[in-house]
């Protein structure tokens, strides 16, 4: 078997095992909450921690999605033959950081690069909602001093 097709292999393995992952996750949300039965605490309690539970699932389903949608390309890359050469700017992706995660594209400077971007475009976004509640609070002020007005007038 030539290194293409053992790597192309490694790679089908790890979609399959991904997809069969998130198979058995999407079961357990589907079987999960059972809706309370009795309004007593010991229900809500149960009903709070599967909550808390089905949380912990999605968001490991996401990483998963994503951990597969990584492998569709780290496949074509390699159907290709550009394998383990990163996508953004074009270097070979050191062979320690394909062992650790064999569906990367990219290598570690331009995923932190993007990560860093993803970060600023939350952090932008988390900056504009902190005005927008601010301005929010301005205008329940500005009530508050119309609401002042009108009690001095009626005095
Ligand atoms: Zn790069």
Same mark, same amino acid.
């Given at each position: 078997m030539s290194e293409k097709d053992e790597k192309l292999k490694e790679l089908a393995q790890l979609r399959e095992k991904a997809m069969s992952e998130i198979a058995r996750l999407r079961e357990e949300l589907q079987t999960e909450v059972e809706p309370a039965?009795?309004?007593d605490d010991d229900a809500a309690a149960d009903m709070a921690a599967d909550i808390y539970e089905r949380g912990k699932i999605i968001s490991l389903i996401n990483n998963l999605e994503t951990k597969l949608h990584s492998l569709d390309r780290a496949i074509s890359m390699a159907e290709q033959g550009t394998?383990?050469?990163? &996508?953004? *700017?074009?270097v070979q992706i050191p062979e320690e950081r394909l062992k650790i995660?064999? &569906? +990367? +594209?990219? *290598?570690v400077r331009c995923a932190s690069e993007m990560e860093r971007g993803i970060r600023r475009v939350s952090l932008l976004s988390l900056a504009r909602e902190a005005r927008e509640q601010r301005s929010y609070a301005s205008e329940d002020e500005d009530n508050e001093d119309y609401q002042q007005d009108t009690d001095d007038l009626e005095d």
């Open positions: 039965l009795s309004a394998y383990g050469i990163c &996508e953004k *700017c074009g995660m064999p &569906e +990367t +594209t990219h *290598c």
